[in-house]
């Protein structure tokens, strides 16, 4: 068994060719990844079927997310961005609480390893999205 179908199943998602590439995909970049840049890769660049693929392809990125190896963040461009989890990192909440940066020159999204507290909900409250971005400029494009 490989490192990445082991991470795989540890999440309850059971391992497929497709799966596999998405995790690997995902976790080899630096930022987040784009919807599109996604869908380039796995859906519009693939030889075989593409309707079929397609929803698969949807349908894989949805387990990710509900099985939480893979988190979602809106940074305002108006496309949805991914990135992989801290799989050792999950609060009371169920999900990986922490910030992201959005550089609004090269417009990459990355996650921050600044936790927020888990005490900044009040009692009684649900959480039910997290969306927290700070924006400005990367070490790059400061340096430019
Ligand atoms: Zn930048
Ligand atoms: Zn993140």
């Known amino acids: 068994m490989t490192k990445t179908e082991k991470i795989l199943l540890k999440r309850g998602i059971r391992p497929t060719q497709m799966r596999s590439k998405i995790y690997k ?10 919807l599109s840049d996604l869908k380039k890769a796995f859906v519009q660049n693939s030889e075989t079927n593409k309707t079929a693929n397609r929803t698969t392809f949807y349908r894989n990125l ?3 997310e509900d099985k939480g190896l893979i988190h979602q963040i809106n940074d305002g461009t108006g496309m949805a961005k991914f990135a992989v989890s801290d799989e050792n990192l999950k609060s009371k909440y169920g999900t990986d609480l922490h910030m992201h940066f959005h550089c ?6 990355i996650c921050l390893p600044n ?4 005490e900044s909900l009040p009692d009684d409250y649900e959480l039910s999205d997290v969306n927290l971005v700070l924006k400005g400029r990367c070490e790059k494009c400061r340096q430019k």
């Not at 936790?115 to 888990?118: A, G, K, L, N, P």
């Open 25 to 34: 995909f995902l976790k080899r970049k630096q930022s987040a990844v784009s």
């Open 104 to 109: 609004t020159d090269c417009r990459k999204t």
């Open 62 to 64: 949805k387990i990710f």
């Open 115 to 118: 936790r927020i507290s888990e």
